[in-house]
């Protein structure tokens, strides 16, 4: 969740500063505290992907900062509650105070304990800037407004007893200009915490003060009477409200904790009898009615106020606190916007001013002058006269050329709808004629494929033919042959065999010819026996 990062950039920013050498740090180091931030996350192993992070063994902040936004803080579920998101940042600024802490302890003069110098610590980032440094485009410094300065300055010595001087601290705070944090703890204790008067546990009871107020969020504590819900009887607790909640326990060392009013912007808070000893009121809540008091009304106003405090700000993802700040530094830009218009304005006045003195003297100057030239007007007035006159001939005569171009525009701009007519005409011609082109050739492309078909089967079928013509001949010529043997066979028996009965040597002339299963030989078969029937035919006669 980017809110957290944003919340806690700066302690981090502190950290990586006192890990860098040369604006950046050794991916080794930074894998510790990542590592150390994502186990507070419930986070594991996110710092290995630092490894495969950029080519360089060594990031700057940019690219550390991008790095837990997208590898460690976007795993985190897009809306927390504002109790948690509040652990998160006290963990990690624990973490970032952990490495840092020796770099932030070290002064001549200590006043502050350590954790007094924490808690300072998270007020500074939670009012600070991350600013790029005007020395450097390239680094970034942690920096706080004089006004918010100041701020935490005012509530230290009202904690401690002490008079604020708001003029001694805006003289301070214009010639410092912006605070770093070394400057920032120096002047707290140079300044207001160097009286030896003050008791070491007044300033850890007036920065502990600071803290609660400023990032626990806490608007009000102290005691009052609640009515019990079983046993309705008033008892005393010590309570502690801040803008999502109201908390009771026993003491004011706020260890044991009785219970836990959930407020929003749906609770109300209202003025109930008393029974003269104790001033009575009622948080209404969504799910019950609770009943406290106070043993003055000046306490019952003040609490009644906090309440309907905590419950018109309880809404929103970020503390009560941030948004005030950032409701500071909108009034103070506007501040600003309103002190640099004003400054524009006066300046402005101030030129205007002189101009007009300096208008007023040309206009003195022009006077004479004008005096001068008011009689050429008055001989240049006859001459401009008929200037007129024959300005408004012309105008006349230009009237006249203006409704004959007027005609004529007319007349062009239907010549000029007709030839878009025809054009649009033609084109619808022309868009039919390529639309048979194309069918043409598509058709053409088609009696091409078929007449390559064709020519292919012409081919074919005149190959054909060259073999049955070749097959023909063989045939034939087997014929020629066949016949010749049967003739030369005919010729033989007729020589040689006796003359039998009728039809015996047919039979036997036909038994000694061979067969086969051919065509060929079985017609050659046919005329040898119808050779030899007439033989015999011609021999009985």
């Known amino acids: 969740m980017s809110a957290v990062l944003k919340n806690v950039t700066n302690c981090i920013w502190h950290a990586f500063e006192s890990l860098q050498n040369n604006e950046v740090v050794h991916k080794s180091k930074l894998k510790v505290l990542t590592a150390n931030i994502g186990t507070l996350l419930d986070l594991y192993g996110v710092e290995k992907g630092l490894d495969h992070f950029r080519s360089s063994q060594e990031l700057t902040f940019d690219e550390f900062r991008y790095y837990l936004q997208h590898e460690v803080f976007s795993s985190l579920p897009k809306t927390v509650t504002l109790p948690v998101a509040r652990e998160f940042e006290k963990k990690i600024s624990e973490v970032c105070w952990f490495v840092c802490r020796k770099n932030l302890l070290t002064r001549d003069k200590p006043i502050f304990n350590d954790d007094s110098v924490f808690k300072l610590f998270r007020i500074f ?55 770093k944090w070394a400057a920032f703890l120096a002047v707290l204790e140079a300044k207001y915490c160097c009286d030896q008067q003050l008791h070491s546990e007044a300033l850890v009871e007036a920065v502990a003060e600071i803290y609660d107020v400023l990032i626990e969020d806490i608007i009000k504590k102290g005691y009052l009477f609640k009515r019990g819900y079983l046993l309705p009887t008033m008892r005393e607790y010590w309570c502690v409200l801040q803008p999502c909640a109201l908390t009771y326990y026993k003491s ?45 009304h000046k306490s019952r106003l003040q609490w ?30 506007r501040r600003e916007q309103e002190v640099r218009e004003t400054r524009a304005r006066l300046q402005h006045e101030v030129r205007a001013r002189l101009a007009a003195e300096a208008q007023a003297q040309e206009l003195a100057e022009l006077a004479q002058q004008d005096n001068k030239k008011l009689e ?14 024959e300005e408004t001939q012309a ?17 062009e701009w239907e010549r000029r709808e007709e030839l878009e007519r025809l054009q649009e005409e033609q084109n619808r011609m022309l868009e039919e004629e390529r639309l048979k082109r194309k069918q043409f050739e598509l058709l053409q492309a088609e009696k091409e494929a078929q007449y390559r078909e064709a020519e292919r089967r012409l081919k074919e079928l005149e190959q054909e033919k060259q073999k049955l013509d070749s097959e023909l001949r063989a045939a034939q010529e087997k014929i020629q042959k ?23 040597r047919a039979r036997r002339a ?19 026996i119808r050779h030899l029937k007439v033989l015999d035919d011609n021999e009985n006669l």
């Open 125 to 179: 980032c939670l009012l600070a800037d991350l600013v790029q440094d005007a020395d450097d485009a390239n680094r970034y410094v942690v920096v706080l407004q004089p006004s918010e300065a100041g701020l935490v300055a005012e509530q230290l010595v009202h904690c401690l007893g002490l008079r604020w001087d708001a003029a001694d601290w805006e003289a301070l705070g214009s010639s410092i200009g912006h605070f």
């Open 252 to 296: 004011s060392s706020q260890k044991d904790q009785c219970g836990r009013i959930n407020i929003d912007e749906y609770c109300s808070v209202e003025a109930a009898v008393g029974d003269g000893k104790i001033q009575k009121f009622q948080l209404i809540t969504p799910e019950r009615t609770f009943e406290f008091g106070t043993q003055d």
């Open 304 to 333: 009644v106020s906090a309440l309907r405090q905590a419950a018109a700000v309880s809404g929103g993802a970020e503390g009560y606190q941030r948004r005030a700040r950032a409701g500071r530094r909108g009034a103070g830009a």
């Open 376 to 389: 050429e007007l008055k001989h240049a007035q006859t001459e401009l006269e008929r200037l007129l006159q």
């Open 395 to 411: 105008k006349r005569d230009e009237e006249i050329v203006r409704a004959l171009q007027a005609r004529v525009l007319a007349e």
């Open 482 to 504: 066949t016949e010749h043997n049967a003739n030369a066979l005919h010729v033989q028996l007729r020589d040689l065999t006796p003359v039998l009965r009728n039809g015996e």
């Open 510 to 528: 036909i038994s000694f010819v061979p067969t086969t299963k051919s065509s060929s030989d079985t017609l050659i078969d046919v005329r040898a």
